[in-house]
């Protein structure tokens, strides 16, 4: 296939990220190329899966039944000594969905076509081209050959391993620590309890930091997850394995259809996700939720803040990061501050030890916290409200506890 070799924009990556860059740009009337180095977009899913409807109405997704699979309700939270606790969401209106991800990227993808984008595929970007430290182009290796596309801006939505970001001087390297390790199996024939409630599973023995996840596709089938610390000593792997095994009454008869692995940033967003003729979008900005690492969502958000940005920037003929610089201010100001919070929380719940879960679970289950506290915790709410109930009930907490109020 032949492709021209001037465009507006170039996408790079059709995740979440570049199928939605790519629908507002075309939108917009920009002349937009997304390129994947994949030969079918889609497969295979680094994800859980898991979509809530927040994101699916900032999103303006329509749910259809080919990706939208299963209706989630509710979520079931198991702590360390196995104490169950349910939470209903849907009372509250926050609902969502466990989704075909690979079903769900090639219809977004085919949205961007009909609006006038096209797509790449089978085409690895290798560096940029550069003017000074202005982006001008990309280079693909594609097909056996060297080649290079030029634009008026790069949206680098290349993922959590973000080269392009790279390659334009952006610093988007974290340190391990900074990112959770995911291992995943889809699995079929596994027995579930209620297909409308996603299971979470906490303590030190089942996912340092972390969390080991149950997301039912159906009756029978579901996402089988883990994501722990990324300087564990442990693997992801091995960590699920081991819980797989610890479970082998309910998982004896199951076995999987798809294996995933994958990098989850779970901290603050890339400093400057800006250059000059460059954005940064999704994972390659590292905007994902700090303590779920949920990321498909924001990934949605920040493509269409960039897309408004960028074809500003584009229609004026100034494409400089003084320029780009908007979309970094528009996302801080209106999801920076609680992703914040949200990091907050998470570094305040990484170090409950199983007792002090344990002493949570057992909270809720008496009515001393409500258990949509628990949800709001997601969203960087309730933490103080947390914390005085844990002082309350466990004093050795305190100390580290109430530094916690302060942050
Ligand atoms: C195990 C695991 C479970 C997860 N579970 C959930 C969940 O349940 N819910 C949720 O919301 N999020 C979840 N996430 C996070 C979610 O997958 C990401 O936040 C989301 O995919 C980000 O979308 P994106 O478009 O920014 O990047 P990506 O989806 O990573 O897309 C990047 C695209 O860029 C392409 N690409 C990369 N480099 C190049 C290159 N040099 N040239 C050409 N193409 C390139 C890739 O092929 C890919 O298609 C999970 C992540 C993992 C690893």
């Not at 970001?165 to 199996?185: F, H, I, K, N, V």
């Not at 269409?304 to 400089?320: L, N, P």
């Not at 466990?394 to 100390?399: A, C, D, F, H, Y």
Request: proline share 4%; charged share 25%.
């Amino acid at each position: 296939m032949n492709y021209e070799k001037e465009w507006d924009v170039i996408i790079v990556g059709a995740g979440p990220a570049g199928n939605m860059a790519a629908q507002e740009f075309a939108k917009r009337g920009m002349k937009a190329l997304v390129i994947d180095r994949k030969q079918q977009i889609g497969p295979p899913k680094r994800c859980g899966e898991g979509l809530s409807i927040r994101w699916v109405k900032i999103g303006k997704l329509k749910p259809n039944p080919r990706w939208a699979l299963q209706e989630i309700t509710g979520a079931t939270l198991v702590a360390p000594n196995g104490e169950k606790v349910y939470i209903d969401t849907g009372s509250t209106g926050q609902t969502g969905y466990i989704i075909e991800r690979s079903q769900w990227e090639k219809m977004e993808a085919e949205k961007a076509i009909r609006s006038g984008a096209k797509y790449m595929l089978k085409a690895l970007v290798t560096g940029l081209v550069m003017e000074g430290k202005a982006v001008k182009g990309v280079k693909v290796s594609r097909e056996g050959k060297e080649e290079e596309y030029y634009a008026k801006l790069v949206v680098a939505c290349d993922g959590v391993d973000s080269m392009v970001g790279r390659y334009a001087g952006l610093r988007t390297a974290m340190p391990l620590g900074e990112c959770d390790s995911g291992y995943q199996y889809e699995m079929a024939n596994v027995p579930i309890e209620n297909p409308n409630y996603m299971e979470l599973y906490f303590g030190t023995n089942v996912a340092p930091r972390g969390y080991v996840w149950v997301f039912p596709k159906g009756k029978d089938v579901a996402n089988v997850g883990i994501g722990i610390s990324g300087d564990s000593a442990e693997t992801a792997k091995d960590c699920l394995d081991a819980w797989i095994e610890a479970n082998h009454e309910r998982f004896k008869d199951a076995s999987i259809t798809e294996i995933n692995a994958g990098v989850i940033p779970v901290t603050k967003p890339v400093g400057e996700f800006v250059g000059d003729g460059i954005m940064l979008v999704g994972d390659a900005a590292r905007m994902v939720n700090p303590i779920h690492g949920g990321g498909m969502g924001s990934a949605l958000e920040a493509a269409q803040m960039a897309a408004e940005v960028g074809t500003a920037a584009i229609k004026k003929g100034d494409t400089s990061k003084k320029e780009l610089m908007a979309y970094q201010k528009m996302w801080q100001e209106k999801r920076g501050g609680e992703f914040k919070k949200i990091l907050h929380v998470r570094h305040f719940v990484e170090k409950l030890n199983d007792e002090q879960f344990n002493i949570v679970a057992d909270l809720v289950k008496k009515g001393e916290l409500k258990p949509e506290m628990l949800v709001d915790l997601g969203h960087g709410k309730g933490l103080a409200e947390l914390i005085k109930a844990l002082v309350k009930a466990s004093p050795s907490i305190t100390k580290f506890a109430l530094s916690f109020l302060k942050g």
